[in-house]
């Protein structure tokens, strides 16, 4: 059927609905749709209504992503029967025996944890500076290995320096040895010479640096505490050792923050980044405007949020530029058999969000993304239950059902995803 086509008579499906799975539930505290995305109750109560998308089996066969009405004043389903060209319904069309709402991507092979929030650079924008000063164990960190067996890849990032947890190597080892991808995000300032060899020896496939400007002053203005130069040197001796040593990894990729002033810097960083032996061009962003993160900016520096459209299109224009320079992050993922999509499929309805990564905080606390900085249940908990057993919650399946038809939870607010035009 398609999504567009709004012709038809509505049914009552809420007893296949509720039979299949009565705890997926669009939310009515969420962010506001457009208003051609709001309708009235098919039915006779007249409450307001919402779309979502499931598979329908009817006495024939599955129907595949049809539209499904929910109306929050009678708590009822509709779908539409028809012959999807306007005519009169097919004889088994109301016979809808099935429901299956479960449509996000549900085998996550990639996990993203923090080891600590401490950091040696106090970057104005970094919400890890407002947040508790810790890091995870690696008794810890161990049992989410144990709990997770279908891991393929897990990125040690989080809101602070990875290389300041004294654990860090050991754990990048640990996940190593089992066959674990391991990545990480460092502000490059800690590339000693003894550091550069733990990495190459604890067995990390690729390590990308924050650089938001390639003019030393302005650097320092953003990532504040840090040192271009110190930072770029640290590359160098991390190549220049990787490839005296006959070590393949770490690959060294390249991400970072532009502002109105740096909008413009892309081309020349990644220039730059070339040089002192960068190899992968990662992405770059604009500043951060979810509303996790709006309250921890100086308000002198709220003005940028204004123009952070503005400079995320800068970015998009110059990033086939740094691809030139540098090899795209997809394509050495690509070459590695590393999956980093993280956008899964689209419900056809609106945009949504169908995170194929599982997020974690260092108290093992599964959130829906990495922007979510608050848990939200204790049995999403990498620590005491098993990816199985959180995929499979109640509670969490609601929330991805949610995401991904795109009806998004008041902490989304700001996210490029809740911004995104209808389809």
């Not at 929050?72 to 539409?80: H, K, P």
């Not at 020896?201 to 110190?230: C, H, K, N, W």
């Not at 990033?319 to 993922?333: D, G, H, I, M, Y």
Request: aromatic share 10%; net charge neutral; hydrophobic share 35%.
């Amino acid at each position: 059927m398609n999504l567009a086509d709004t012709t038809g008579i509505w049914t009552d499906i809420t007893g296949a609905w509720n039979q299949a799975h009565a705890h997926l539930r669009p939310l009515a505290d969420r962010l506001a749709l457009p208003p051609a995305q709001c309708h009235a109750c098919p039915g006779e109560c007249g409450g307001d209504a919402v779309d979502v998308v499931a598979h329908l089996r009817t006495g024939g066969a599955w129907r595949e992503r049809n539209p499904v009405r929910y109306c929050f004043g009678c708590n009822r389903y509709f779908a539409q029967t028809h012959n999807g060209t306007g005519g009169a319904p097919h004889a088994h069309d109301a016979g809808i025996v099935r429901v299956d709402a479960r449509l996000w991507s549900t085998s996550p092979t990639f996990l993203n944890i923090e080891p600590t929030t401490r950091c040696n650079f106090s970057c104005w924008y970094c919400v890890g500076r407002h947040m508790k000063q810790q890091d995870i164990t690696v008794e810890n960190f161990t049992q989410v290995l144990d709990n997770f067996p279908s891991l393929k890849t897990i990125a040690l990032v989080g809101e602070g320096e990875p290389l300041m947890h004294k654990g860090f190597f050991k754990m990048a080892r640990l996940a190593a040895d089992r066959g674990i991808h391991v990545v990480t995000l460092s502000n490059g300032s800690t590339l000693s010479s003894s550091n550069v060899r733990k990495i190459c020896e604890s067995g990390i496939t690729y390590l990308s640096v924050s650089i938001d400007s390639f003019d030393p002053a302005t650097f320092a203005s953003s990532r504040i505490g840090g040192d271009l130069q110190q930072v770029l040197n640290g590359i160098r001796r991390l190549r220049d050792f990787r490839d005296a040593n006959g070590y393949h990894y770490p690959k060294i990729g390249l991400k970072g923050t532009l502002f109105e002033h740096t909008q413009d810097q892309l081309p020349q960083i990644a220039a730059m980044a070339k040089e002192y032996g960068f190899e992968i061009f990662e992405s770059f962003q604009a500043l951060n405007p979810m509303r996790t993160y709006v309250p921890i900016y100086p308000r002198e520096k709220l003005a940028e949020l204004k123009r952070s459209d503005t400079v995320a299109m800068a970015i998009a224009r110059d990033t086939p530029l740094a691809n030139e320079a540098l090899q795209s992050v997809q394509s050495f993922f690509d070459d590695e058999g590393i999956d980093i999509d993280k956008n899964g499929t689209p419900n056809g309805l609106r945009a949504g969000c169908d995170e194929q990564w599982i997020y974690s905080l260092l108290s093992g606390d599964v959130t829906p993304c990495c922007q979510i900085k608050t848990p939200i249940s204790p049995t999403w908990n990498l620590f005491s239950h098993s990816i199985d057993q959180i995929l499979s919650d109640r509670l969490y399946e609601n929330t991805r059902f949610n995401l991904w038809n795109g009806l998004f939870p008041r902490y989304c607010g700001g996210c490029w995803k809740t911004r995104q035009p209808a389809h």
